[in-house]
């Protein structure tokens, strides 16, 4: 037996143990005694040394521990890892949404509501699907729309309606998020006007589920001339409910709701008379690329707003959402956006409790229900997964790897439409992370493990806007190449043009 060997699994004790029996039965009293002394010592001696390579580098005088985060955190691809078996018991969400909102009776007063209708009387208007529609404002493109993309402003006549529902929606997004004052409501700036003429004519059942419209807004629909009902249907339940629309009132759908309810005015419910139904939302061709980023403590710096310096930049418009744990992760707050991009779980698997690779599966297992539970309210949604960023703790960082191991060989192979927010391997680079992307010390003056700084923040947001924009190219790098990523500019990473004709599928990026 070879006490001397310390280089071995740490587990060998067991061995250890054996080999003492055998010892013991050989040797006296005396002996025996010595020699388990000794072998205490050793496996003192030798706990220590693990401890001292898995300690705060800080102990060491540098940044990281002698085993670099790199040669623990590049081989990914080549250890497959044994993979978690979700099956299809993912729990079902509640998407918490209602069909209307709200209904406001009387929200035009008599006087406007008479000169409104004289107006549209004197538009011409395009037949379409069982009405004829006119749109003023943002053009909104929808499937079968007739109305075309030479949309005239909207009217002065329009504009005091106009400007209560904008006071709406403010109101509504407020109290969506009371706490964030800072936050700019969405702008109402486009009216589709139905025009509704007879007993034949119907809406085809639908829901307003275009990327192109604000996915945390509310459509605003108002009421003129002959009531009717419009009948709203849960898509996966099938449960219908009617809606009565009287002349001159408001009934308000959220743009999530639309992921959940279709509506449509059934054939042959329409009474005889006109009636006009003017549709009131927030129309941008930005939209397409609206992001939801859930995230940790990682994410803090990251922000969406139109400020070229130090935000996402307006052409990725967003919100993001705070979630230092995995099941904090709210899968309604993703519904309607066109991209969900996910950093969470390093806290998760930090806790004391996890500590061997099937630990690290569970927390796993969780990401990948919520990014299930995610696609299940939001279909159209693509969603964008981070690998956890490597920590100064190479204990913590062998947890991570596990974590990213199954990202990669379970989440990507398995889940269609699930994307990588790729590049990491700044962040891979010990010295690179140590010297430039990370904090030293946190608030406290304590040793930081696992904070970006702000540069180490620019380039994650580079990255992610990056990923998403490929995308939504189809693969095709349109950056410009400013070469400031690491300056301040992570709003410019991608070159920027409003005008969608010579964009690929559309989308101005
Ligand atoms: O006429 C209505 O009440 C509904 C109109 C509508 O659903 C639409 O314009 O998308
Ligand atoms: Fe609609």
Redesign the pocket.
């Known amino acids: 037996m070879s006490i001397g060997d310390i280089s071995g699994p740490s587990d060998s004790l067991l061995s250890q143990e054996n080999s003492i029996k055998c010892i013991e039965s050989e040797m006296n009293e005396a002996c025996q005694t010595d020699i388990r002394k000794l072998i205490n010592e050793v496996c003192q001696l030798k706990t220590e040394l693990i401890n001292l390579s898995s300690a705060p580098a800080s102990l060491h005088g540098s940044h990281f521990p002698s085993e670099s985060t790199e040669q623990l955190l590049t081989t990914i691809s080549f250890h497959p890892t044994r993979v978690p078996q979700t099956g299809c018991e993912v729990p079902l969400v509640q998407h918490r949404q209602i069909p209307v909102s709200d209904t406001k009776h009387e929200f035009v007063d008599q006087t406007e509501a008479n000169e409104l209708q004289v107006f549209f009387d004197s538009c011409s208007f395009k037949p379409e699907n069982g009405?004829s529609?006119m749109s003023f404002g943002s053009p909104y493109q929808?499937t079968g729309s007739q109305s075309s993309t030479d949309v005239p402003p909207i009217p002065d006549i329009l504009k005091p309606l106009l400007e209560r529902v904008n006071s709406v929606q403010s109101d509504i997004y407020r109290s969506l998020y009371p706490d964030q004052p800072f936050l700019a409501p969405p702008e109402i700036n486009s009216c589709?006007v139905?025009k509704?003429q007879g007993s034949d004519s119907y809406?085809p059942r639908?829901a307003?589920r275009e990327m192109t419209i604000h996915p945390e807004s509310s459509?605003f629909?108002i009421?003129l001339g002959q009531s009717?009902d419009?009948t709203f249907t849960e898509r996966e339940s099938g449960t219908e409910s009617s809606h009565p629309?009287p002349d001159r009132s408001l009934?308000i759908m959220s743009r999530r709701s639309q992921e959940v309810f279709d509506?449509?005015?059934e054939k042959g419910s329409m009474p005889a008379g006109i009636?006009y139904?003017l549709?009131f939302r927030c129309i941008s061709w930005t939209h397409k690329n609206s992001t939801c980023l859930i995230g940790d403590s990682n994410t803090r710096f990251l922000r969406f707003g139109s400020n070229k310096r130090g935000t996402f930049g307006e052409q990725m418009p967003g919100q993001k959402f705070w979630a230092p744990k995995l099941r904090d992760i709210d899968p309604v707050s993703c519904m309607g956006y066109s991209n969900v991009v996910l950093l969470c779980g390093i806290n998760d698997i930090k806790e004391s409790q996890i500590q061997c690779e099937s630990d690290v599966a569970d927390c796993y297992t969780l990401l990948k229900q919520k990014i299930k539970q995610i696609k299940s309210l939001s279909a159209c949604t693509t969603v964008f997964v981070c690998q956890l960023l490597p920590t100064k703790d190479l204990t913590l960082n062998r947890k991570v790897n596990d974590f990213n191991r199954l990202i990669h060989f379970d989440l990507f192979p398995s889940c269609k439409d699930v994307e990588y927010v790729e590049g990491f391997r700044q962040f891979v680079c010990n010295r690179v992370l140590a010297a430039e992307l990370s904090m030293h010390l946190d608030r406290l003056g304590r040793f930081n493990m696992l904070h970006l700084n702000r540069a180490g923040a620019r380039v994650l947001a580079s990255l992610i806007k990056q990923s998403i924009f490929l995308r939504v190219h189809g693969g095709v790098d349109k950056r410009r190449h400013t070469g400031r990523v690491n300056g301040r500019l992570y709003s410019n990473v991608v070159a920027t043009s409003l005008h969608p004709s010579g964009m690929v599928d559309g989308c101005q990026v």
């Open positions: 009405h529609v929808y589709l139905n509704y809406l639908h307003d459509i629909t009421s009717c419009v629309c009934y509506h449509e005015i009636r139904s549709t």
